[in-house]
């Protein structure tokens, strides 16, 4: 019989190891990528839905009900709450890359899909 403890270390560890995949932090972004390329890049594996969202918690990029509150906050809290890192998301999404002015086009062209 296997104990619930090496059950629930083994479930733990798949569950970070997920964690960390969604948050990745391509290196493929430059100076010149796009909020959008940013989004498919390093956020889509979490705000796409599926399973590392639902995971995570991560708002499904149009999703209307889901980002209207955020919405309500505006661009600059939701690009700062990016920037610092939020509930279970890496600051920047882990893009350690990215600039905080890509975070930023990279919020508005979220909640843009999101209105």
């Not at 403890?5 to 990528?33: D, H, N, P, R």
């Not at 959008?36 to 969202?53: R, T, W």
């Not at 998301?89 to 890509?102: L, V």
């Amino acid at each position: 019989m296997i104990l619930p403890s090496v059950i629930k270390t083994c479930f733990t560890g798949v569950m970070l190891s997920m964690l960390v995949g969604c948050s990745s932090g391509s290196s493929s972004v430059t100076a010149t990528s796009t909020g959008e390329e940013i989004y498919v890049q390093n956020c889509a594996a979490c705000h796409s839905g599926g399973f590392k969202g639902w995971m995570t918690g991560a708002p499904e990029v149009g999703d209307k009900m889901a980002w209207k509150p955020l919405i309500a906050k505006g661009v600059d809290a939701m690009t700062t709450f990016s920037i610092k890192g939020v509930n279970k998301m890496p600051a920047k999404g882990g893009c350690k890359t990215c600039s905080d002015e890509q975070i930023k086009a990279t919020v508005e062209y979220m909640a843009e899909q999101s209105k």
